[in-house]
């Protein structure tokens, strides 16, 4: 017989979470992208392509921010 010995491990208590973005921040992501972009697209017509991808992006941060907040203050829409 060998002397070694198995060594178990004990299991955790907790079980490891994924950090994954709740439902209503990714629908306030898209959504504000989309409003952004399409408010972009009427009030800055005149003005080369580049900026109404950059309504769109200022739109989106919009989003993401008051989906973060929704989150907080009311929970997932899920």
């Not at 060998?2 to 921040?25: A, C, F, G, H, I």
């Not at 992208?33 to 009030?43: C, D, K, N, S």
């Not at 989106?60 to 921010?65: A, K």
């Amino acid at each position: 017989m060998s002397k070694t010995r198995v060594v178990k491990k004990k299991k955790s208590n907790n079980p490891v979470r994924k950090k994954e973005w709740p439902l209503v921040v990714i629908v306030g992501l898209i959504g504000g992208f989309f409003l952004g972009y399409v408010i972009g697209r009427v009030v800055l017509d005149p003005y080369p392509h580049p900026y109404h991808w950059a309504s769109g992006l200022v739109g989106s941060l919009i989003g993401f921010l008051l989906g973060w907040v929704w989150y907080w203050r009311r929970g997932d829409v899920v």
